[in-house]
């Protein structure tokens, strides 16, 4: 039989040691969220949930775009996302709430610390339906939406970092982005 007093020095010893354990793990940020961080497409269609639709003047008003209805997919095989938006055109005060249309883009991105978040990055239009406009997009309409596209890619994230992930980084810089496997995966500097 083994004494009491043994036990309780061999299970403070344990104890001891997984808290060193523990604490020695938790000093390093690569031990608790190894060399990257990963965001998969549902993270990032919620992110897109909460910030459309979104209606932009140009023209002094004379001709109007609203952005709805994002859809974010990024292929298995891919290195870039493809988003999917409904469009609504308007022109000389007509109403562009309702979609009239539609587009798709696709796109690598960027890591901006300055709004922390995740930036579209060389975005390029892949697909447009506007039945409106004959099913094509003419001159004034593909301005219109690509000068869309370079605010957009410039100003708003497609995905903003929230503080518990950016306190869990600590000291870490973040360095890359890539698509990969069908996630989006932030590669993290010592």
Known sequence: MIPRRTLRIAHTTLFAIAMFALLSACSTMGALLGDDVRFTPMQLQHSLDRNFPKHYDKLGGLVSLTLMNPRLSIPQDGNRLRLDFDV?????GS?????????????????????????LLDPRIEQVDVPALGGVMNA?????????????????????????????????RIGTTAIENGNVVVHLDQ
Not at 100 to 117: E, H, K, M, Q, V
Not at 143 to 158: G, H, M, Q
Request: glycine share 8%.
């Open 140 to 172: 004034s309409s593909r301005a219109l939406l690509n000068s869309w596209l370079s605010e957009y890619a410039r100003e708003e994230p497609v995905y903003r970092f929230d503080n518990s992930l950016l306190d869990r980084l600590g000291s870490r």
């Open 88 to 92: 609504g055109l308007g022109a000389l």
């Open 95 to 119: 109403d562009s709430s309702k979609a009239s249309g539609r587009f798709a883009l696709t796109s690598a991105l960027r890591f901006d610390p300055s709004t922390r978040g995740l930036h």
